[in-house]
Nanobody
């Protein structure tokens, strides 16, 4: 069973930065599409950024140029660097791993709160 543990959330002022980390219990980064999702109160969960096993990245339009997803395969960890944060970025951020090998399981972390407020 794969476990994902997020960290790095918190309270930050508008324009500030945070780096989220997602540590996986096993060596899955090279066989999974890793993603960061967020869900704000009263809104649907949305994909923020993703990276496939080949390193190709995708971003939501709302975060392009501000957020960067990266991974350290040696540490089985995926990061989300968030710069120039805005109040509308406030949400619970969750990490996911969508395996690209059978049985194609999907794993989720417990989430970490990010609050952008002055």
């Amino acid at each position: 069973q794969v476990q994902l543990v997020e960290s790095g959330g918190g309270l930050v002022q508008p324009g500030g930065s945070l780096r989220l980390s997602c540590a996986a219990s096993g060596s899955i980064c090279s066989n999974a599409k890793m993603g960061w999702y967020r869900q704000a109160p009263g809104k649907q969960r949305e994909l923020v950024a993703a990276m496939d096993s080949g390193g190709t990245t995708t971003y939501a339009d709302s975060v392009k140029g501000r957020f960067t997803i990266s991974r350290d395969s040696a540490k089985n960890t995926v990061y989300l660097q968030m710069n120039n944060l805005k109040p509308e970025d406030t949400a619970v951020y969750s990490c996911s791993a969508r395996m690209q090998i059978p049985p194609y399981a999907i794993y989720w972390g417990q989430g970490t709160q990010v609050t952008v407020s002055s």
